[in-house]
């Protein structure tokens, strides 16, 4: 049985079985998370037990870093449904559906990142923390990272045009 109070990297075995921690990440600075959807059968519906595991990542990532502005999601349906259970516990006030967080879109995500810092700073000015949910291409081709589904890690920056920036971010797990 799952202990609802941790969160581990990967509930399917694929990954690391340590619980996630968000503590070390700086104050003041801006944050993003990025969340890859979760598990799916094979209608491409979000599998319970994976809907779980984002619920209480989700938990602790508010209770160590507090809500986020805005979620900017993939409008693929396990997407959709992974980041409608993390707004569940996130409540932010801004859920944004963006064609170019659905799959194997990696080829035009640097053109979709210049644009998300300008949407950012023209429509969440003060934003401290966002959060997208998108699929695992979108994620290699701008992190160079490689995460399983359902898994999350969180990049921060001084600001929200460095966050894509390789010698200006630093990546959290």
């Known amino acids: 049985m ?27 600075e801006k944050k993003l998370t990025i969340y890859r959807h979760g598990e799916y059968d ?20 508010k209770d160590e870093l507090g809500p ?3 979620i900017y999601v993939s409008p693929v349906i396990r997407a959709l449904q992974s980041a409608a259970v993390i707004q569940l516990v996130m409540q932010a006030e ?17 053109p979709f ?30 992190f160079c990272k490689d995460i399983y589904m359902g898994e999350s890690f969180t990049v921060q920056a001084e600001a929200w045009n460095d966050i894509f920036k390789t010698d200006r971010r630093e990546i959290t797990t």
């Open 2 to 28: 799952l202990n609802p109070g941790l969160v581990f990297g990967d509930f399917y075995g694929h990954g690391s079985s340590f619980p996630v921690s968000y503590t070390h990440l700086r104050a003041h």
């Open 42 to 61: 094979k209608r491409l519906h979000l599998l319970p037990q994976s809907a779980y595991e984002l619920f209480s990542q989700a938990k602790k990532l």
């Open 68 to 70: 986020v502005e805005a």
């Open 94 to 110: 801004t859920f944004k559906r963006r064609p170019q967080l659905a799959d194997y879109n990696a080829a035009i995500m640097r």
């Open 113 to 142: 990142a210049e644009e998300f810092a300008e949407d950012v700073r023209l429509n969440h000015p003060g934003a401290e923390h966002i959060l997208w949910v998108t699929h695992e291409p979108n994620i290699h081709a701008l």
